[in-house]
């Protein structure tokens, strides 16, 4: 390592991901093709098991009952869990004139998750970074989703080749959100999250904090389980707002297991979790129009 003039040793510093002066390939057909999209938003982060695909889930339900026409795609490869969430497995989505329709769950909801285009979903998908690159960039381009308010990305755990690949090839991504559970484990993982959106000039939309706490149902004070202050310390530090803290509910953890998310959302209207995650929506909405009136 070479010295500097003070007699102190240069740091090596990792090169920083700009995003690139030269379109990445397909980057034109994808930009053709989600040119009706309105509002594009990255669900993302740091590390797994923090109910992010639940959340992605959750969003596009809520934002479709509020009467956005709404998008859901799954881009984790090699763990989708949207289908199953949702109840959707084993539905095919068809093709026409070389475009995949997504399969429609709801009046405004449409859902495409590449798990539903595989013949069977127990292999593993054993693929290196090129190929998941590829796969999520023919989705991003095949894909017919039409006129939408709102196209929601469900990225898988971390900060590399899916993430990466979305920042380079969606046209003027409106944000993330970034989930994180209430443990300063999953808080310290969320920041790498954070960073990676602040160095591609990815707008963060707010912080999520999953299985917040539970609350008693007899005598209804709350319990921090999994610890509490991670994602308020995280957004503090990156003046970020925290957008939603939602509970762990027996209601909620049986919805996930047995694919019955859309009817607690769509129709259960007085659910305490329904409610927290209507609001959340409604904060998404309200942010994504100030986004848009704050640009020149």
Known sequence: MSQSQGGKKDQIRVRSFRRPVIPPPYAKQVEDNLKDVKYKIAVISGKGGVGKSFVSAAIALALAKLGYKTGLLDLDIHGPSIPKILGIRGFKPYAVEGKIEPIQLAENLKVLSLELLLEDINKPIVWRGPLKSKAITEL??????????????????????????IAQLVPDPRGAIIVTTPSSLAGTVVRKAVEFCIELELPIIGIVENM????????????????????????????????????IHPDLSKALDTGTLPQLILYQEDHEVTQIIIELARKIAEKTRQQEEAQP
């Open 140 to 165: 991003l381009y095949m894909t017919r989703w039409g006129s939408l308010d709102y196209l929601v990305f469900d990225l898988p755990p971390g900060t590399g080749d899916e993430p990466l690949s």
């Open 212 to 247: 917040s706490y539970f609350k008693c149902p007899v005598c209804g004070t709350k319990h921090r389980i999994f610890g509490e202050g991670a994602a308020k310390e995280v957004a503090e530090t990156y003046n970020l707002e925290i957008l939603a803290e939602i509970p």
